[in-house]
């Protein structure tokens, strides 16, 4: 078991920079990728961007992005303390959302990284709002 809790949300100005956390407990040297999900009202979930962590031996630190958010956010973690981090730069209005966190366990080799089905824990998320 994997217990997600995310923090860091809030409201920004367009231009304005976040950053949001995710801290994983219970049974976290399992985790394989480590997702970052949003889903802005009426809107499908989507995919932020997804790292692999300690879980996975031979893919450990590579980091996937959605286009939408490339060169403006930046996905990394610190296992000392079995938290992610997004750190959101130049955000934009379309950029609000509601923003999840997830983690892969067991690893579903083959499946992209933003199906948010091979994800199997989810934290409660996070709101993150940019007015313009």
């Known amino acids: 078991q994997v217990q997600l809790l995310e923090s860091g949300g809030g409201s920004v100005q367009a231009g304005g920079s976040l950053r949001v956390s995710c801290e994983a407990s219970?049974?976290?040297?399992?985790?394989?990728?480590m997702g970052w999900f949003r889903q802005a009202p009426g809107k499908e979930r989507e995919g932020v961007a997804a790292?692999?962590?300690?879980?996975?031996?031979?893919?450990?630190?590579?980091?996937y992005y959605d286009d939408s958010v490339k060169g403006r956010f930046t996905l990394s973690q610190d296992n000392a303390k079995n938290t992610v981090y997004l750190q959101m730069d130049s955000l934009k209005p379309e950029d609000t959302a509601m923003y999840y966190c997830?983690?892969?366990?067991?690893?579903?080799?083959?499946?992209?990284?933003?199906?948010?089905?091979?994800?199997?824990?989810w934290g409660q998320g996070t709101q993150v709002t940019v007015s313009s």
């Open positions: 997830a983690a892969e366990d067991p690893w579903k080799p083959g499946r992209p990284w933003n199906d948010p089905r091979i994800y199997d824990y």
């Open positions: 219970g049974n976290s040297v399992s985790r394989n990728r």
């Open positions: 790292i692999y962590t300690r879980g996975a031996t031979l893919s450990y630190g590579r980091v």
